[in-house]
T-cell receptor
């Protein structure tokens, strides 16, 4: 079993839809949770960063962490074609260690 | 967010030659940088953790003599692929984390696409 599980998709939604992306993990020591967006042949771009449990909102993006269920989510409201990319969840137990990544979910927002 | 610059973005080299990839944190200091490799449509695979002023820590299965990592300063780490072969062709990405304990986000470079012919 992988430490971080993420549905690879692809996930196809119409423009304006609410998108829900999720990851589950097995390591209860994880405390730092991040979501990255990666366009083809580019480095990952940090979207959201959350420490421990709770919700965080930034514009159209909302990140949720439920440590009791070992489950994290990223919601994208009013999705746009420019949101089409691969979304990677990542997490670590300390601020110094490398991130453990999910496999990434490919999102396609249809105009 | 913070900026991590990676250079070059693309490189093509002949089999048997060495290639150096640079990773710089432009507006913050990073005691730790990470090097990843990514195959098409796959997630990032950690190759090694680079600590400023000390030897890099390599993940299992990664040849340290083939992938030389140097972290000479708080803003620069380099990855040298030595005696490159076609199977080394891949997308290499570096990442850096800030030294401030409140600044634990990890920022990534743009990636380097290496093609060995």
């Amino acid at each position: 079993q992988k430490e971080v599980e993420q549905d690879p998709g692809p996930l196809s939604v119409p423009e304006g839809a609410i998108v829900s992306l999720n990851c589950t993990y097995s390591n209860s020591a994880f405390q730092y949770f991040m979501w990255y967006r990666q366009y083809s042949r580019k480095g990952p771009e940090l979207l959201m960063y959350t420490y421990s449990s709770g919700n965080k909102e930034d514009g159209r993006f909302t990140a949720q962490v439920d440590k009791s269920s070992k489950y994290i989510s990223l919601f994208i409201r009013d999705s746009q074609p420019s949101d089409s990319a691969t979304y990677l969840c990542a997490m670590s137990d300390t601020g110094r260690r490398a991130l453990t990544f999910g496999s990434g979910t490919r999102l396609q927002v249809q105009p | 967010g913070a900026v991590v610059s990676q250079h070059p973005s693309r490189v093509i080299c002949k089999s048997g030659t060495s290639v150096k990839i640079e990773c710089r944190s432009l507006d913050f200091q990073a005691t730790t940088m990470f090097w990843y490799r990514q195959f098409p449509k796959q997630s990032l695979m950690l190759m090694a953790t680079s600590n400023e002023g000390s030897k890099a820590t390599y993940e299992q299965g990664v040849e340290k003599d083939k992938f030389l990592i140097n972290h000479a300063s708080l803003t620069l780490s380099t990855l040298t692929v030595t005696s490159a072969h076609p199977e080394d062709s891949s997308f290499y990405i570096c990442s850096a984390r800030g030294i401030d304990k409140m600044n634990t986000e990890a920022f990534f470079g743009q990636g380097t696409r290496l093609t060995v012919v």
